[in-house]
């Protein structure tokens, strides 16, 4: 597999003793990316977790030595898997300012996943690996499903996206109804103004949507009983890392979010269509999601887990007390249910 470019000391120890705890550059596309490798032993079965966004890498290269990471929980995982997390293509220690603006599409992401796929099937020895993703990464996980069929174990998706532009048309109805509630008239003539999705002017339309549902908090939930640590606190913690300097902060969420969210990428946005393109799969899926989540609406990925076409199990599970980003109590549950896939492969085992 020749077009895997990986540093000259990259490595993988012999043995289970002295585990793995590596952030490393390799090549997906064309393009120097970083990748965050952790786990007790090489031997263990390689779990590739893909970030949401696009351009916000939470979880990723940031999280070393974390254990909430708003989709998971680390600390037992890192126990049974070799767990992969990864910045994708311009965002955090992805981005480079020469990476040509005209590569950031959903279809080159999918195939730099792809090439990462193989890559740690290669470098591990294990002919498939378990996948999970997290919001807008969930997109980029289900065609990889169908671009590399027979190359996973099974797959976790959570706050599964089905449709993006009808994730927005009912966004965008959640926010006129917060609005009126609100009596935020400003609010409300704006999210009148944008006209309905797909929202065909690019930004102009849909980050007036953005601003809304962020100012109404659709990212997290807290009430006088649920406590969450908040977007802000999660997102600056990636300042405390060691392995992340201020400029990686910046890429991640000033420079990687011009680079990618131009008018022609949301434009395209709607041509993704996962109840069209995947209407099956060869691996086990598990959608969870969280109960107070209104920014991506469960009902898609619902109505699609009902139709999806498999010879496989599938599950929906709902977190009680998580919005779009998962509260710490959730990401432990989740962690478990990840440790849990680890049965698919006894159960490949016996149908062979």
């Not at 289970?16 to 997906?28: A, C, F, K, N, S």
């Not at 992805?94 to 290669?122: C, G, V, W």
């Not at 309905?196 to 659709?218: A, H, N, V």
């Not at 949301?266 to 107070?292: A, E, W, Y």
């Amino acid at each position: 597999m020749g077009f895997f470019s990986p540093k000259p000391d990259f490595h993988i120890p012999e043995d289970g003793i002295d585990g793995i705890d590596r952030i490393d550059t390799i090549t997906l596309g064309s393009i120097q990316q970083s990748i965050l490798i952790q786990s007790h032993s090489p031997k263990n079965p390689v779990l590739l977790f893909l970030h949401g966004g696009p351009s916000m890498p939470l979880p990723g290269v940031s999280s070393r030595g974390r254990n909430y990471t708003v989709a998971t929980n680390t600390k037992e995982l890192v126990k049974h898997f070799t767990v992969v997390f990864w910045d994708q293509r311009g965002t955090g220690k992805s981005y480079h300012k020469n990476i040509p603006q005209h590569t950031m599409t959903f279809e080159q992401l999918i195939s730099d996943a792809a090439e990462l796929t193989d890559f740690l099937r290669e470098t591990f020895h294990q002919e498939k690996i378990f996948l999970a993703a997290h919001s807008f990464g969930t997109l980029i996980g289900m065609y990889l499903l169908k671009k590399l069929p027979g190359k996973f174990h099974s797959y976790v998706g959570l706050s599964q996206i089905i449709n993006w532009s009808e994730n927005d048309r009912e966004g965008l109805e959640w926010a006129k109804k917060e609005a009126k509630r609100r009596g935020d008239f400003k609010a409300l003539n704006e999210l009148e103004a944008v006209g309905d999705p797909p929202f065909t002017e690019g930004y102009k339309q849909w980050g007036i949507l953005r601003k809304w549902q962020m100012k109404y908090s659709t990212m997290v939930y807290n009430d006088s009983q649920i406590k969450h640590p908040g977007l802000l606190k999660v997102s600056l913690g990636m300042l405390s890392s060691s392995d992340y300097r201020v400029a990686d902060v910046f890429h991640s969420f000033y420079s990687g979010f011009k680079l990618i969210y131009t008018d022609k990428f949301i434009r395209n946005i709607p041509m993704i269509d996962v109840q069209k393109d995947v209407p099956s799969v060869d691996v086990p899926v598990t959608f969870i999601h969280g109960r107070k989540d209104v920014h991506v609406h469960a009902h898609f990925a619902e109505d699609y887990l009902s139709t999806l076409k498999t010879n496989y199990e599938k599950n929906f599970i709902w977190m009680e007390k998580s919005a779009h980003l998962f509260h710490p109590d959730d990401t432990a549950l989740i962690e478990q249910q990840l440790i849990n896939e680890l049965s698919h492969i006894k159960a490949e085992v016996i149908n062979l």
